[in-house]
């Protein structure tokens, strides 16, 4: 009898506890918004799409053509993923009328989303980028307002600019040599190259990584090389110091929250690791130093009109007078300075050189293009041509040159180093006639339909009102050569028969837009056309061999290229 009582009691237990099982269950299951479509399999199971998702990772390293793939496979230019346990579905959207309409003219119901608040704020805490818009914000990025004044971009950032990309040129001249037509990877050059030119841009001096790569390879006399001119030459590495490798691994260690459904957990355990701490500490122990640096030389001035030489002094001078204007005492060692700067750095580092990598691939890849570009660069500086001698900065900058910046635009269309823009609802609103609550996270995908691919359709009663009108504003893509990289397709002649750029004759939407896009786009053009200029005038980037110039790419601040090879030839 009390065996009896025992297990009815335990059935009325086990009984409560799995209706309580499955009810969590059932509530951990995503919720799909109605009337966007999504895969069904993954909205029965609690983890949703993360192991397809995941798996896609793994095997190609990329997380963003994932995304454009469900509307792919969806047959749908906006589809809902699961990719977050317990939260809302994601929305991603593959059309670039709706991409620029939200960017640029829905900005008090979008805005930056969660996505990247919680991939970018555990890196960069106090600046401006994660957070929403808003007085705190606009506070911390006006720190930066002075950084894209032709002040600092003329007499800091171009100098600097001008002299890093002379020692790129040096070091691939001595590569050139050494390498005898073999191809070489490029992107550590050119990512050294950018970080050179951003560091002293920021604090004022050297980090120097291409220069002691140029050291020694100057005292090697030769490196081994294959019979066959088709593979590859590696080069001796410098040792990297201290200091750039801990900014490498800071900025690196973003890939842990685009890769993990749970960015906050993730962060917290890889935060504690040994090796990730001491770079976190070196890289702030150097930014306050550069601060201190700046503090010095602003000494007793009770003006704060002392002499700038880095975006650190900018940064400084601003918060001086701001302070002053707001009657408060200057934060002169503060968080947000110094993520302020850092995130400048990080900003202004990755994407630029990723850019400048796809540029290489497509320049190479592309030799009627490389041979037109050369050339018009050549006829745009016929007084250094006629000398035989390097452009000068003022040349580079002031040449009118509408095939350069034609090959530039389709440089960032095809190489989509921005590969999505992502925003949050603020109110309950709808897009593409589907109601979506407030707070839900939507991805605008810049790799996929309507950018480098033919859009899906979309009936023209669904889009917003601000979209149907803004309809004839940007011009579409041929979807019969969209795919290809055609600098001609941003030309046209204009009434005095001149050809010139046209930046409306169709979407490209790499820098974003509204008051939340890029901040840096300024400097980026400007370095851009400082490389460009300066390799393709001297160098011939000739064909590397197909099992060297895939077109995969490895996702984490940037969309970056997997390979970037380059062989190299007097031009
Ligand atoms: C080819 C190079 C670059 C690309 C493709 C790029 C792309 C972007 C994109 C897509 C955004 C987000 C825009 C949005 O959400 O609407 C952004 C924001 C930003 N970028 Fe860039 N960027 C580049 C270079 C730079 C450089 C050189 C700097 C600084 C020197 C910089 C600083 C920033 C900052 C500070 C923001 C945050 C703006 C805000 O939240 O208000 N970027 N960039």
């Keep these: 009898m009390t ?44 983890f949703g799409d993360i192991p397809s998702m995941v798996k896609w990772k793994r095997d190609t390293r990329e ?27 994601w929305v991603i959207v593959v059309d670039a009328r709706e991409c620029q309409d939200v960017l640029t003219r829905r900005s008090k119901e979008f805005d930056r989303s969660s996505f990247t608040t919680d991939v970018v704020q555990p890196i960069l805490r106090e600046h401006h980028f ?39 040129l040096q070091l691939w001249r001595r590569k050139m040599v050494l390498a005898n037509n073999h191809p070489f990877p490029a992107e550590e050059d050119v990512a050294n190259a950018a970080l ?68 906050g957990l993730s962060y917290f355990f890889y935060l504690k690791i040994p090796r990730i701490r001491r770079a976190f500490n070196r890289k702030d122990l150097m930014l306050s130093n550069a601060l201190k640096d ?19 002094d900018y940064v400084l001078r601003r918060e001086i007078h701001q302070a002053r204007k707001e009657g408060r005492p200057p934060r002169l060692d503060a968080t947000v300075l110094k993520d302020e700067l850092f995130g400048f750095l990080l900003a202004g580092h990755e994407t630029t050189s990723t850019t400048l990598m796809w540029g290489l691939k497509f320049l190479t890849d592309h030799q009627d293009v490389q041979s037109t570009l050369r050339e018009a660069i050549r006829d745009a500086m ?41 925003r949050k609802s603020l109110v309950a609103t709808d897009l593409l006639g589907v109601h979506l609550s407030k707070g839900t996270n939507v991805l605008f995908m810049t790799n996929g339909p309507s950018f480098v691919s033919p859009p899906m359709p979309i009936d023209e ?20 050569d969209m795919a290809q990289f055609n600098p001609d397709r941003w030309l046209k002649t204009d009434s005095d ?75």
Excluded at 63 to 89: D, G, R, Y
Excluded at 134 to 160: I, W
Excluded at 389 to 411: C, G, H, L, W
Aim: charged share 20%.
């Design 196 to 263: 050179d030119t951003i560091w002293a841009a920021a604090v004022g001096s050297e980090a120097g990584t291409t220069r002691s790569q140029l050291d020694l390879l100057t005292q090697c006399s030769k490196v081994e090389l294959a019979d066959n001119p088709d593979l590859p030459v590696s080069f001796p590495q410098a040792p990297t110091s201290d200091d750039v490798v801990s900014i490498r691994t800071v900025i690196d260690s973003m890939e842990i929250g685009l890769a993990s459904p749970l960015p």
């Design 294 to 312: 700046s503090r010095d030389r602003l000494g007793n001035s009770e003006s704060g009109n002392f002499p700038v030489k880095s975006a650190m």
């Design 461 to 480: 009663r669904l889009r917003s009102q601000s979209c149907q009108e803004a309809k004839d504003k940007i011009g579409e893509w041929d979807p019969l």
């Design 63 to 89: 997380t963003f053509t994932w995304m454009t793939e469900q509307c792919n496979k969806l047959n749908a230019p906006m589809v809902q993923i699961f990719v977050k346990p317990f939260s809302a579905p």
């Design 3 to 46: 065996f009896s009582i025992f297990s009815s009691s335990t059935a009325i237990i086990v009984s409560i506890v799995v209706a309580i099982l499955a009810i969590l269950y059932r509530a951990a299951l995503p919720k799909p918004i109605p009337g966007i479509p999504y895969n069904y399999a993954s909205s029965r199971s609690i």
């Design 130 to 168: 994660p957070f929403p818009s808003g007085p705190k914000q606009r506070a911390h990025r006006a720190l930066l307002s002075d950084l894209m004044t032709p002040a600092f971009l003329n007499e800091v950032a171009a100098p600097q600019l001008y002299s890093a990309t002379l020692e790129l």
């Design 497 to 571: 028969g001149r050809i010139e750029i046209d930046m409306q004759a169709g979407p490209n939407t790499q820098f974003g837009g509204g008051a939340r896009g890029c901040f840096g786009k300024k400097f980026a053009y400007l370095e851009m056309r400082t490389v460009l200029t300066i390799i393709v005038w001297n160098f011939k980037f000739l064909p590397v061999p197909a099992e060297l110039s895939s077109y995969s790419a490895v996702d984490s601040v940037a969309h970056a290229p997997q390979q970037c090879y380059v062989r190299l030839a007097p031009a």
């Design 382 to 422: 016929p007084d250094a041509a006629a000398e035989g001698r390097q452009p000068t900065y003022s040349e580079i900058t002031d040449s009118k040159m509408p095939y350069f910046n034609a090959v530039v635009e389709e440089i960032l269309r095809c190489g989509g180093t921005a590969a999505t823009h992502a």
